[in-house]
């Protein structure tokens, strides 16, 4: 058990619908990171977030988009999705902001099937 | 940025050791390596990290040469929980891991 949590673990919806991914980070870590994982494309950096501000830009589509709350929890916004929308998609955690390498702790991930 | 060239698959049988080498010919002079295991429908789990010379840990031994164009994953005496995927990434500025393809380690019994 990493310490991150990702809610849901599962999520079925139907093309051209918005969902929105739950994640908590280990307690104490400032970061967050959301990544995609599709069968075609491998693991994809999506964006970061450092206690509450966008820190790095990944190849995150115009269509989704997170935030970070105070709390430190975030969510990612996925909207008018794509059948090539489904994927894994991971949320991970660190202490570190920029200009540090610390490891990252991944959840357990949620999968999204776009039908 | 970085990119890291490793096997896509590799075999081995229990007990042995297992080397897994990357290379990365363009590293930066601040960049660190790093590799990750991932088992199938879990999230990538950190193995181990370094900059030069030798590091290990209590599961893996990892190698960087004088150049720091490559590296090489040790893992003594695998075990089938073992079989996974494993990446290796260079840590770039700003904590963005780019992962490649990885190598997709099947130990057999």
């Known amino acids: 058990d990493s310490g991150v949590t990702q809610t849901p673990k599962h999520l079925i919806t139907a093309t051209g619908q918005r969902v929105t991914l739950r994640c908590s980070p280990r307690?104490?870590?400032?970061?967050v990171y959301w990544y995609q994982q599709s069968l075609d494309q491998g693991l994809q950096f999506l964006i970061q977030?450092?206690?509450?501000?966008?820190?790095a830009k990944g190849n995150i589509l115009e269509r989704f988009s997170a935030q970070q709350f105070p709390d430190l929890h975030s969510e990612l916004n996925l909207s008018s999705l794509e059948l090539g929308d489904s994927a894994l998609y991971f949320c991970?955690?660190?202490?570190?902001?920029?200009?540090?390498?610390?490891?990252?702790?991944f959840g357990p991930g949620t999968r999204l099937t776009v039908t | 940025l970085a990119k890291t060239t490793q096997p896509i698959s590799m075999d081995s049988y229990e007990g042995q050791e297992v080397n897994i080498t990357c290379s990365h010919n363009?590293?930066?002079?601040?960049?660190?390596i790093t590799w990750y295991q991932q088992f199938p429908s879990q999230g990538p789990r950190f193995i181990i990290q370094?900059?030069?010379t030798k590091v290990t840990n209590e599961v893996a031994s990892l190698f960087i040469p004088a150049d720091r164009k490559s590296s090489t994953l040790s893992l003594p005496r695998v075990s089938l929980s073992d079989t996974a995927v494993y990446y290796c990434?260079?840590?770039?500025?700003?904590?963005?891991?780019?992962f490649g393809g990885g190598t997709r380690l099947m130990v057999k019994p």
């Open positions: 307690s104490g870590d400032l970061s």
């Open positions: 977030y450092y206690n509450g501000e966008e820190r």
């Open positions: 363009n590293i930066a002079t601040n960049d660190y």
């Open positions: 991970a955690s660190s202490v570190a902001g920029r200009d540090a390498v610390y490891e990252q702790y």
């Open positions: 990434l260079v840590n770039n500025a700003g904590n963005m891991l780019t």
């Open positions: 370094g900059y030069k």
